[in-house]
């Protein structure tokens, strides 16, 4: 949390108006006013350590075992050489197989997953707000999380990164409350 210019050219000239000396302060931290990275929220979620990619040549169904497996909703696809085709979902499944009546154990991924070249992505130097903004404009709940060549190496889910800022607004609300509170001359001290 910076200090605007105005207020600081406030506080300086009520100093000047008065016998008293105010020395305005800079509260900055890490924790305040930098949104966490991408990078924060996937070490953190369910998808890290999970095998998050199906082919594309796969079932339906083969993708509904892996949702339920996992616990997860959304798989990225891939073709033959471990490219990203695409994604699909548990939305997916609802919208183009129940409700159309198709089969799952006979339709395979690729006739209704989102192809690549419709997919929102991430990196992992994107801020959570970045990808939280992603996530709302497209009304989407998953974001494959690309490395600086453009290859997958993860998913995002809205879940995470809402656990994420959670996260980092406790702290900063604790940061504050010890310093109204006077514990320490900084934020976080003793």
Request: net charge negative; with cysteine.
């Amino acid at each position: 949390m910076m200090l605007s210019k105005s207020f600081i050219t406030r506080a300086a000239r009520t100093a000047a108006g008065s016998s008293r000396t105010i020395i305005p302060r800079n509260f900055a931290s890490p924790a305040i006013g930098e949104s966490p990275s991408a990078r924060d929220a996937w070490k953190k979620s369910c998808y890290y350590e999970i095998d998050y990619t199906i082919s594309e040549d796969a079932t339906m169904y083969e993708a509904v075992q892996k949702f339920s497996a996992y616990d997860i909703g959304c798989l990225v696809t891939t073709n033959n050489d471990g490219e990203i085709t695409g994604v699909v979902s548990e939305r997916d499944y609802v919208n183009k197989i129940a409700l159309l009546g198709r089969q799952s154990k006979t339709t395979a991924i690729r006739e209704v997953s989102t192809k690549a070249a419709k997919l929102e992505t991430a990196s992992l130097e994107d801020t959570v707000d970045a990808c939280m903004h992603k996530m709302l404009t497209k009304d989407i709940r998953h974001l494959p999380l690309l490395d600086d060549d453009g290859k997958v190496i993860g998913m995002l889910s809205v879940k995470d990164l809402v656990k994420e800022m959670v996260e980092e607004k406790e702290k900063t609300i604790q940061m504050l409350s010890d310093f109204a509170l006077g514990k320490g001359g900084h934020f976080g001290g003793e």
